[in-house]
DNA sequence: CCGAAAGTAGCACAGATGTACTACCATAAG
DNA sequence: CTTATGGTAGTACATCTGTGCTACTTTCGG
């Protein structure tokens, strides 16, 4: 049962990917993932819990991802690697991030939408707040201490780096040293001030 | 002729906000445009052009927009209004980017779309890299003058920071101050090391 | 005035889409 | 063996889609 889930999701992604979210149909994903349209019905009477299901597999499986990276002890380094889970740097990441554009873009058709995709950007957010605490080792001053803002900006700062860098390789994939020289960059701001 | 142009772009971009890409058809557009179908085909003999020309003269109203800010002479101030056109922080932008990111996501369906995305890219990629020279007043040490990457680098940062912070608004319309913010930051940071 | 050109509208068609409904088949509990 | 349960599949139908085609109206140069 579960497994069948997972293939229709599977086959929803590759649609997006491929043909776009328009594409994405209960006759065309049935048929790339090899199954009749009854069956596929079987498992989602509708076709919005189908797309509802596959976003928020999408999304787990990235967090699942990030999640179980070992740390190496190089600070720096690691939060480098952890933003480049969120960067399109092979056919994977880079099928995810399509995968998320268009959840975003069909969320006014689909409002159910909406709390997934809000979900994974608090996530997402989270996850680069304590970065910036990790790479700055706590040092925050007694003022931003009290306002409880130092890194919930910087960690903000962080996000909308990744978010922006990971939209633009999209258009522009040889861009690839590029964003990483950025995020590198960045990092090491952040350490150092 | 060019009036029923923007008319019926207006009421595909109407459409995209309120019902998502999905629900532009000729039909819906038709509606919403006041007008009848064989009329709209009339212009635009198929969606794919109607859906282009849309795309293109959004992009040049937000062109025309920033072009037209005059400076003031702050160079720190002018560059945080700059990079704030691109921000959803009134009805008018939040419809822009919404319009935008639904482009991106209907690129798989129309190939014709990559082009007017990619100039729109490299577009705002070059006002942000001549934003970074600016603020900086030229002031490029000789080894980033000889790889010719300095401002180019810090144009890129500049504009992934845009864009991201503009999809997280989109998100967290509430973020506005704190965005601002990061964008103030990221401009003093620029011109003072 | 008038005829050509351009704009507007409507109808028709083939195909796609979401969904309801029924029928078949497996496996396992009684 | 029987029966119930859950997965699979196929058909049917009303609606929507893009587009081709024809007819009417307006505008305007001669």
Chains 1, 2 share one sequence.
Do not use: Y
Not at 153 to 161: I, S, V, Y
Request: net charge negative; hydrophobic share 45%.
């Amino acid at each position: 049962m579960q497994a069948r889930k997972e293939q229709l999701a599977a086959a929803v992604w590759n649609t997006i990917v491929e043909k776009g979210i328009g594409a994405v149909s209960v006759r065309t994903v049935a048929e790339t993932a090899g199954v009749a349209v009854g069956s596929l019905r079987h498992v989602f009477p509708t076709r919005a819990e189908l797309i509802e299901f596959s976003a928020r597999l999408m999304i787990d499986k990235v967090s699942d991802r990030v999640a179980g990276l070992e740390p190496t002890g190089d600070e720096r380094a690691d939060a480098v690697e952890t933003l480049s889970q969120f960067l399109p740097l092979d056919a994977q990441r880079r099928a995810e991030l399509e995968v998320n554009l268009a959840l975003i873009a069909e969320t006014p058709a689909l409002p159910e939408l909406r709390g997934i995709r809000d979900d994974a950007t608090r996530a997402l957010r989270a996850a680069c707040v304590r970065l910036a605490e990790r790479v700055r080792g706590n040092t925050v001053s007694f003022e931003e201490a009290l306002a409880g803002r130092g890194d919930q900006r910087r960690g903000a700062t962080l996000h909308a780096l990744a978010d922006g860098l990971a939209l633009h390789l999209l258009v522009d994939p040889a861009a690839e040293e590029e964003a990483l020289a950025i995020v590198r960059a960045q990092i090491d701001t952040l350490a150092e001030t």
